[in-house]
């Protein structure tokens, strides 16, 4: 995310803070893949606090994020180095051995973690590892701690919660709409940041559109992305059932050519006897968010419409907001806005987000925070 | 503005770049007392492009930009130095006396300005009396052109066009709402941001509100700001005259009281016979500009509401936008959106945003373009 973090080479003298947000930074790098485990990034210095190297969590059942860094030293340069880990290293042996073992027999002389392990049975086991092998273990306290929240957000929610994580993305004028109520709506947005919306559908489980915005955008729904290549799943919420019945009798949607019908999900209140794509009887989004989850789905990401993006808001189900807006005013007389069936009745009732990012994809701006 | 520029010291090596940056944000610091000249920055660099001071034109009737950082410094520290204007310096005896002719009579190298003169009569004519005293005197050509026009905007349209220049001010949630439908709109953005409104209200001649927003908000509409003090002259559109009315009955209003009688203005249809305050007879926008210029009056700043912003979208009179977003969701369906009363058929007719500038007033945003 942050260019300036990530242009740090071996070598370069770093400060804690920069350490930490560099294993945060990283540690994104890892969001296509390792779903249901978290992201975790790994920033190792040396004694002279010099990077030495960083790894992340890069895909389910490969290294953890510190395995991944240390693999790239020789045991003598991590002697008194100091380790920065987004995540308490595991103490549990699973599908990998327990990191925090691993690093108990190494040279290496500090670890500092961001967040403690969510697992109330294991939290803190870790560090106790460590601090047993001799070496300092120590809990981050600094300015990043929302950061590290925010990089964690998915697999906490999903460990403390048991629920799914809800982000939305809207692209909008900076009055707030999407589209003109003619339905016209199209490239609101400019280039640069649609290719940051390719990577950022890649860091959730699947896809939610509403019927609307099929019928009237036809989009493709898949990951178009440089470097990721990765299949996705395709929510439809179309509770009257109109969109499969019309795909039924024949009507042709891109998404549909595209996306393998095991990936589809259509959300109708009347599931169809027969229906070549998966369905999920739908009652209301918090009881359908509880049904994908016993599919494994782990995290969505909202593309739209309005009507989607504000039923979710009304249900107090989006987690996050990835808003990017053009310099262009539309105008709300012929304009639809993405929270046009979302009202609160007082001002205090206003939801607000927290730990704001803002990022330019010039000519658009693209801001982010979490609810 | 940019505190990284501004924090420049004496002494300092600054590139080309940054000294024309420098002379931009200094500029800005005469904006509340200049008018209807225009903002003019300068920096003045030694041989080794070492800051060696700023200066700006501070007040209608003051130094030039050039003479104030001039004036700072002994004449051997200007043996081979380099300036940098945002403007060409004048050719003319005005109100004060010719800078070409004064730079002339100096040891100083080079002159690069960012602007020709835009008066056709005058233009290239500075650049002339300093090439002919024997300096290079060259038209700035990098990437700092559009801000260069920004920080002369007020004083381009003016001549240009003869006519006023249009700046609004909103306020909204990141949904684009500045209220919700019960009138209740107070406080969506904060603290930091407010009080650089009380900076923005200060560059401008007037502020214009509508009838509706005096009723419902109650606002003062002075400047309070701890470094700026100033009367402005305040616009109220009220073409149907009801709120003159409701005040000649008795109805209290805040900026009456804080204002002077004959810096507020009423903009009615049928003015009435007897008025303490004064009067302008409404027809359409485009027209009250122009009543408004042969009042002397260069600039407004338009505060609201809704309907006063689309109008003036409506009529293609908005040129520059002063957006503060807070970071908060209110919902279209209760809520009222600033381009409400605006529209446009097709997307392709949407007013683009140029040059957009974005900074932070945490936890707000504050986005600003021309239009």
């Known amino acids: 995310m942050d260019e300036k973090i990530i242009s740090f080479q071996k070598g370069d003298l ?6 930490m947000q560099l294993a945060i930074a990283v540690a994104y790098e890892g969001a296509p893949f390792v779903s249901p485990n978290p992201l975790v990034g790994c920033t190792v210095v040396d004694r002279n606090h010099q990077l030495l190297a960083t790894g992340y969590h890069a895909k389910y059942g490969a290294d953890h994020a510190e395995v991944d860094a240390l693999k790239k030293l020789q ?14 290293p595991c103490a549990h042996e699973g599908k990998t051995s327990s990191c925090a073992k691993y690093i108990a027999t190494l040279p290496v002389k500090k670890i500092v973690y961001g967040l403690m392990d969510p697992n109330p049975l294991v939290s803190g086991q870790g560090a106790q590892i460590l601090t047993n092998a001799g070496k300092t273990a120590v809990l981050y306290e600094g300015s990043l701690k929302s950061d590290l929240e925010d990089v964690c957000e998915v697999f906490l929610k999903n460990y403390r919660e048991k629920k799914i994580f809800v982000a939305a993305k809207v692209a909008s004028s900076l009055d707030g709409l999407i589209a003109l109520k003619s339905g016209e709506s199209k490239w609101i947005t400019a280039e640069a940041s649609r290719e940051f919306v390719h990577e950022l559908r ?5 896809i939610v559109v509403g019927r609307n915005t099929v019928e009237m955008d036809n989009p493709s729904l898949n990951i178009r992305h440089k470097k990721i290549t990765k ?15 019309k795909i039924q ?4 949607f891109k998404f549909l050519e595209i996306h393998d019908a095991k990936n589809i999900f259509f959300i109708t209140k009347e599931p169809e006897a027969k229906s070549e794509w998966q369905q999920i009887k739908f009652s209301n989004l918090a009881n359908l968010n509880q049904q ?6 782990r995290s969505v990401f909202i593309e739209g ?11 107090g189900l989006v987690d996050r907001l990835h808003l990017f807006m053009a310099p262009v005013i539309i105008g709300a007389q012929n304009g639809i806005s993405w929270s046009q069936n979302f009202g609160i009745a007082q001002l205090e009732q206003k939801l607000q987000l927290k730990n704001l990012k803002i990022k330019e994809f010039r000519p658009d701006i693209y801001m982010t925070g979490s609810l």
Do not use: C, F, H, M
Not at 75 to 88: C, F, G, H, P, R
Not at 292 to 297: D, E, F, R, S
Not at 305 to 311: N, Q, V
């Open 305 to 315: 419409g309005a009507l989607t993006y504000s039923s979710y808001l009304s249900a």
């Open 202 to 206: 890649s860091r959730y489980d699947a």
């Open 249 to 252: 009798s024949g009507s042709k």
């Open 292 to 297: 994908l989850w016993t599919k494994g789905i």
């Open 231 to 245: 299949q996705t799943q395709i929510i439809v919420i179309d509770p009257a059932g109109t969109l499969l019945r």
């Open 75 to 88: 045991i003598d340069e991590l002697k008194n180095a100091t380790l920065y880990v987004t995540l308490e």
């Open 14 to 19: 770093i400060t804690p803070e920069q350490a």
